[in-house]
């Protein structure tokens, strides 16, 4: 079942030359958990055309999936009942975007702090990222993901 | 939903196998968690989770299956992973989770360190 919210990611390498990379894209997804695979499936696609893959793709299509698993559980939805998720190149690097319309709810204020399968979501995210950033405002959280397009890139850098 | 399928075995003895293949995500997490407690529940005590044919997996399951572990280690039980998808394997080591979870590649290993255990 296609939803117009999910623009299909093969369109993106029409008219790429060698070395190009697209420009930023961006999906609106419904804030729900079965959505999930979908969001997935897109990110993992998109990551490739940005000139993402192996090891390094995986990595970034969980840690993706965190912030977004983490908005959906406790963000708050846009206007119209979606979240963003936003891939583009910056060098050498992916940086991933993904913003609820609402105020960061810290760890530690959530409903339910001790719960056994919670809590671990920006550990995944730090481990498995270069870099993490939180920008927070009254009206949009937004969560920033930065990613080495391949395992060597990064491994040059240190 | 996404895709998941659990499968349980008994083995001889006490030993308990799960083998659980497709995405677990925050969506199915509480799938994988039922099927582990109700055989916790049940009163078995030494698990083989069985992750090879996991394609996709989150902190939410990993947090089903380290509640399983703390909930077994207070009454003597055990609980070990055995995983050769690379993949799978990778996200367990970046994450530094091989530290509280015992990874194994094969069910002989695996076997191998609960008969030295026991």
Redesign the interface.
């Not at chain 1, 719960?115 to 979501?121: K, T």
């Given at each position: 079942m296609h939803s117009p919210l999910w623009p299909t990611p093969p369109k993106l390498s029409l008219g790429l030359r060698d070395g190009d990379h697209p420009g930023p894209v961006e999906i609106r997804l419904a804030a729900r958990?079965?959505e999930?695979?979908r969001m997935?499936a897109w990110v993992s696609e998109a990551a490739a055309l940005l000139g993402c893959d192996g090891?390094s793709r995986?990595?970034f299509?969980?840690a993706i999936?965190?912030a977004v698993?983490n908005a959906?559980?406790h963000g708050t939805p846009a206007d119209d009942g979606t979240i963003g998720v936003r891939l583009e190149s910056d060098g050498g690097a992916i940086v991933c975007s993904v913003c609820d319309g609402g105020p960061f709810v810290p760890p530690s204020q959530r409903s339910d702090p001790t719960?056994?399968?919670?809590?671990?979501?920006f550990?995944?995210m730090a481990?498995?990222t270069d870099e993490l950033e939180l920008v927070v405002n009254p009206g949009a959280t937004v969560v920033r993901l930065r990613k080495q397009r391949t395992a060597e890139a990064h491994a040059g850098d240190a | 939903m996404g895709y998941l399928e659990v499968n349980y075995q008994e083995i001889d003895g006490d030993v308990r196998i799960l083998r659980v293949a497709g995405d677990v995500d925050f969506d199915a997490a509480p799938q994988l968690k039922r099927h582990i407690m109700s055989r916790v529940d049940a009163g078995d005590r030494q698990f083989i989770v069985d992750l090879s044919a996991v394609e996709f997996i989150d902190s939410t399951a990993i947090g089903v299956l380290v509640g399983a572990l703390r909930r077994l280690d207070a009454n003597g039980g055990s609980l070990l992973v055995v995983c050769d998808n690379e993949d799978i394997r990778g996200i367990f080591e970046t994450v530094g989770l091989e530290h509280v979870i015992p990874l194994h590649r094969s069910h002989e290993d695996a076997f191998a360190a609960l008969a030295h255990a026991a």
């Open positions: 958990s079965s999930l695979g997935r090891k995986f990595e299509v969980v999936n965190e698993t959906i559980r719960s056994d399968v919670g809590g671990r979501g550990a995944f481990a498995l | -």
